[in-house]
């Protein structure tokens, strides 16, 4: 696949390397992944796993109060790197920092506090006999997203900086550390849920730190951000661009990560288990393309602020005949998935046919959808996207609470695909328009 991606040309080497190592890192994260769910069901139960996926989905919704400012962060750098400008970079950096600590900040104490007035066993459905001490699970899981949240900003100057595939690196040692740490507990501890969400929120934590610490002293000493730079001026232009990627976020949020919830509500704990064993099989498709299209977006900021249409014309090619490539290999291992599920979570849960097929479908399409976002993302063309989004969130919500009531967790899954799969085809109207220069009103903005 890298031969397809492959070229003279030094923006499309540097993204070949980054996809070559990418593929090899990721390849070992997606191994990690899968050992992780059973090994995890193993320890605790399918209820209380349901309960973990449940709120963690939840409680990720604070990412999308950076207000964008990762994005409009990695823009920043990727336009200043392109015109040869890096004197603003590191007042950049700090600022965004020291935004992202007090919003992190204000976010744990604000939520821990609302947190405490509500019946999480009727929220998530669960009997009032059993006791997970889920408020306590709630505060915890916060905690250590918030430090995520302010930590994995180190993520979007990687980005910038044409370096994606040291992301994959520190997330790959957040999971070993994962596995690890819960192998040892499967040995030593009885189960209980609130030591298995201390380890599983805090992995990832811990490797963001290493890594953040390490780099900054290292190879990204000259963007390491500063307390005497910090400098909040510098705000307005990260948050102009990044007020829209916040409500993108916040509307890719719903649509995505509403799932776990809707479903508790709706079909009980249990389902939601069930439901995460296909899409995290079927994820390995779109994790395969996201490994390919991450450095894309810096590589488009690059390209559309050089005007090297041409070079965004071929790439765009390329990567539709990557999209079709790991499609046809999605339908391929569909006719394998019952087998595959035995040897990976044995019989100890059923997952129909009809939601494996819909789940394929829904990342087909759902990759088509990403494959245009990250060109408009890169260029800083996403007002129209910020309209379609919001739209679509309003549109799907009740569409999938309505079709999983008819159809179960399969109609669920389909409403996700209608929504992807009309704003995917806006998004495929809006490159064209904008790559042959006849974009114009909403179309260019």
């Known amino acids: 696949m890298h031969k397809l991606l492959g070229t003279k040309n030094a923006r499309s080497l540097l993204i070949r390397k980054n996809i070559i190592f990418s593929i090899l890192i990721k390849g070992g994260s997606v191994l990690i992944t899968l050992l992780l769910l059973p090994l995890t069901i193993n320890y605790i139960n399918p209820q209380q796993y349901g309960i973990w996926l449940t709120i963690s989905g939840i409680v990720y919704w604070i990412n999308i109060f950076d207000v964008g400012l990762g994005n409009g962060l990695k823009n920043e750098i990727g336009y200043a790197l392109a015109v040869k400008d890096e004197s603003k970079i590191k007042a950049y950096v700090s600022t965004a920092y020291a935004l992202l600590f007090i919003i992190a900040s204000a976010l744990f104490i604000i939520l821990s506090f609302i947190c405490s007035f509500f019946n999480w066993n009727k929220i998530l459905n669960i009997s009032d006999n059993i006791d997970y001490s889920i408020y306590k699970i709630t505060v915890l899981v916060l905690a250590f997203f918030c430090l995520q949240f302010f930590l994995q900003l180190i993520n979007a100057v990687l980005s910038a900086t044409q370096q994606v595939f040291k992301s994959s690196i520190i997330l790959l040692w957040g999971q070993i550390i994962a596995i690890t740490a819960i192998y040892i507990l499967t040995l030593t501890v009885p189960p209980k849920l609130i030591i298995l969400v201390f380890v599983l929120s805090g992995a990832p934590t811990l490797a963001l730190t290493i890594a953040s610490v390490y780099?900054?002293?290292?190879?990204?000493?000259?963007?390491?951000?500063?307390?005497?730079?910090?400098?909040?001026?510098?705000?307005?232009?990260?948050?102009?661009?990044?007020?829209?990627?916040?409500?993108?976020?916040?509307?890719?949020?719903?649509?995505?990560?509403?799932?776990?919830?809707?479903?508790?509500?709706?079909?009980?704990?249990?389902?939601?288990?069930?439901?995460?064993?296909?899409?995290?099989?079927?994820?390995?498709?779109?994790?395969?393309?996201?490994?390919?299209?991450?450095?894309?977006?810096?590589?488009?900021?690059?390209?559309?602020?050089?005007?090297?249409?041409?070079?965004?014309?071929?790439?765009?090619?390329?990567?539709?005949?990557?999209?079709?490539?790991?499609?046809?290999?999605?339908?391929?291992?569909?006719?394998?998935?019952?087998?595959?599920?035995?040897?990976?979570?044995?019989?100890?849960?059923?997952?129909?046919?009809?939601?494996?097929?819909?789940?394929?479908?829904?990342?087909?399409?759902?990759?088509?959808?990403?494959?245009?976002?990250?060109?408009?993302?890169?260029?800083?063309?996403?007002?129209?996207?910020?309209?379609?989004?919001?739209?679509?969130?309003?549109?799907?919500?009740?569409?999938?609470?309505?079709?999983?009531?008819?159809f179960g967790l399969p109609g669920i899954v389909c409403g996700n695909s209608l929504t992807f799969g009309v704003m995917g085809l806006i998004y495929t109207v809006q490159y064209e328009k904008i790559i042959s220069g006849k974009a114009s009103g909403v179309w260019c903005k």
């Open 215 to 406: 780099l900054y002293y290292t190879e990204l000493k000259r963007f390491a951000p500063s307390v005497r730079l910090i400098n909040f001026k510098y705000s307005k232009n990260l948050l102009n661009i990044g007020s829209s990627f916040f409500l993108i976020q916040l509307g890719a949020m719903a649509l995505i990560h509403a799932n776990n919830f809707i479903i508790a509500r709706i079909l009980g704990p249990q389902a939601v288990t069930i439901y995460n064993i296909p899409f995290r099989f079927f994820s390995i498709l779109s994790m395969s393309f996201a490994i390919i299209m991450m450095p894309y977006w810096s590589a488009f900021t690059d390209a559309f602020a050089s005007n090297d249409l041409n070079w965004i014309k071929e790439s765009i090619k390329k990567i539709r005949l990557v999209w079709l490539f790991l499609s046809l290999t999605g339908i391929l291992i569909y006719f394998f998935s019952n087998r595959i599920y035995k040897i990976w979570i044995n019989d100890s849960i059923k997952v129909p046919a009809s939601l494996s097929f819909s789940m394929l479908v829904y990342m087909i399409v759902y990759m088509w959808h990403t494959l245009h976002v990250y060109f408009l993302n890169g260029i800083g063309k996403i007002r129209l996207q910020l309209f379609v989004v919001l739209v679509g969130v309003l549109a799907n919500i009740p569409l999938v609470i309505y079709l999983g009531k008819q």
